[in-house]
């Protein structure tokens, strides 16, 4: 105990409003700007249930979580309670999940947003943009939590407004007709286009695994959980605000476009966002959504290299990672880690560069390899429920009397976990994701074996029998 003592440590130098700005800002990306074309191809509008189905799940789990760190708020939280009340093959799983997660995030991002910036100047080579964004981000990283959190906090803003105001702008297209030569749309492309549920039961299935991919980066709560100020009460608040926001600014963005556009329609439109503002007589729509989706770009490599960094630091310290990266500097952050999770991400752009230069359809293959950290990302969910399972047992007493318990446990936690299983099945029989998905499960599988190999399974989980 003396030793965890003396190990250096996080500082709460966060607000509670840079907190839930940070989650609302990794689960708001480009996942929802340019990825609802897909989601709607397989299901219809009966992609807003999928949204909602999937928000539940997720409501779940953040209250698992929440209900923990409330007890026991520490940096990189999640696979603390996953080593302490499942296994430390768990705990050790959702932090390497975590770091392999967001350095394939960080590199898809970062190539997004050079082709963002293409938009305004097409003739500067990617290269340059790519470096100059890479070292940008490091920097804000590398100086201190607090101007990583300004930094998110102004990049999700950004992304909020603009969800917000294409809802305000949707609706008044749809029930005043402003945009549309005054004739309101009503709400008949909603089921006049081959139904409501156009995709059946497997198509309503395939757009949750997208859906799933989206809402990935929500946890952040779990990690930036150690550097807030007032964490049991920033936390309550964050996962009570933050999981109805988004839900609102999904469910909300996506009702607007399959209301106003026939859903077989939208792939020929290209981006809904662009025509949506377009239609409304903005001209410089296009414009406005490239800055926003460049800064949701932004934004996601930047939680990203946060996120990933803390866990590559977590690692470290418990001996799962070289020792170089258990540093931190005089600002107190992890500046090792940080720097070698922006080196992955720095090599992944690299080595895209250099097979786009010798073979042009490679950027297809970088948005399956973007799609592998969609398990992975699931990783941490799954711990979560188990470990709430296990806390409680463990933890009666501090139950009683616990202000923020997850309502209609057990069965709620029993639902979300079997939901997560079926859609990692139907990632399976979907051609669309089954190339990626296998690529995830073969990282945790690789990650498995190193763990077994290196600590066998001799080791008593930490905590099992600790009532604290």
């Known amino acids: 105990m003396s030793e965890k003592q003396s190990q250096p440590k996080l500082k709460r130098s966060m607000t509670a409003g840079q907190m839930e700005m940070i989650s609302l800002g990794g689960a708001i990306g480009v996942g929802l700007f340019m990825g ?3 989601t709607i191809k397989w299901t ?7 949204y909602a189905l999937v928000g539940v799940i997720l409501y779940i789990v953040m209250r698992s979580l929440g209900e923990m760190i409330y007890i026991n708020p520490g940096t990189g939280s999640f696979a603390d309670y996953a080593t302490e009340y499942v296994h430390p093959l768990a705990g050790y799983l959702a932090k390497w999940a975590n770091v392999f997660e967001y350095i394939v995030v960080g590199m898809s991002e970062v190539i997004a947003a050079t082709e963002y910036l293409q938009y305004w100047w097409p003739k500067s080579p990617t290269w340059i943009a790519g470096l100059v964004i890479i070292a940008l981000l490091v920097l804000a990283n590398l100086a201190s939590a607090k101007a990583y959190g300004s930094l998110e906090f102004w990049f999700a803003m950004i992304k909020v407004v603009t969800i917000i105001l294409m809802i305000i702008l949707g609706l008044l297209i749809i029930f005043f007709g402003i945009g549309n030569g005054g004739h309101p749309t ?7 286009h081959g139904g409501f549920f156009t995709g059946g039961v497997k198509g309503f299935f395939f757009s949750m695994s997208i859906i799933v991919g989206s809402y990935e980066g929500i946890e952040l709560l779990g990690i930036s959980a150690g550097e807030v100020a007032n964490p049991q009460q920033a936390i309550v608040k964050s996962v009570k605000s933050v999981l109805f926001r988004i839900l609102i600014f999904y469910i909300g963005a996506i009702f607007v476009i399959v209301t106003i556009y026939p859903w077989n329609k939208l792939t020929a439109i290209g981006s809904p966002f662009v025509q949506t503002f377009a239609k409304i007589g903005i001209t410089s729509a296009a414009s406005i959504i490239n800055f926003v989706v460049l800064t949701a770009a932004l934004s996601g490599a930047n939680s990203g ?7 590559l630091w977590k690692l470290s310290q418990e001996g799962d990672a070289p020792k170089i ?19 992955g991400i720095l090599i992944g752009f690299i080595l895209d560069l250099i097979a786009t230069a010798i073979n042009k359809s490679t950027s297809d293959m970088f948005v399956v390899v973007f799609s592998s950290s969609v398990l992975p990302g699931m990783v941490p969910w799954f711990v979560i429920l188990l470990a709430e399972m296990r ?3 463990n933890n009666p007493d501090l139950m009683s009397n616990h202000p923020f318990k997850l309502p209609l446990y057990p069965l709620s936690n029993y639902f979300a976990f079997i939901m997560l299983i079926v859609i990692v099945i139907f990632m399976f029989i979907n051609p669309d994701t089954r190339v990626s998905v296998t690529v995830g499960a073969a990282v945790l599988i690789i990650a498995t074996l190193v763990y077994l190999h290196r600590w066998g399974l001799s080791r008593t989980p930490h905590g099992l029998n600790d009532n604290h």
């Open 391 to 393: 806390f409680r047992r």
């Open 44 to 50: 219809g509008p009966s992609v807003m249930l999928a």
């Open 325 to 343: 990266f258990n540093h931190l500097s005089r600002r107190i952050v992890p500046n090792a880690a940080i720097l070698g999770i922006s080196g």
């Open 186 to 192: 009503g709400f008949s492309n909603l089921w006049s």
């Open 305 to 311: 290299i946060y996120s990933s960094s803390r866990m």
């Open 36 to 38: 609802a074309t897909s």
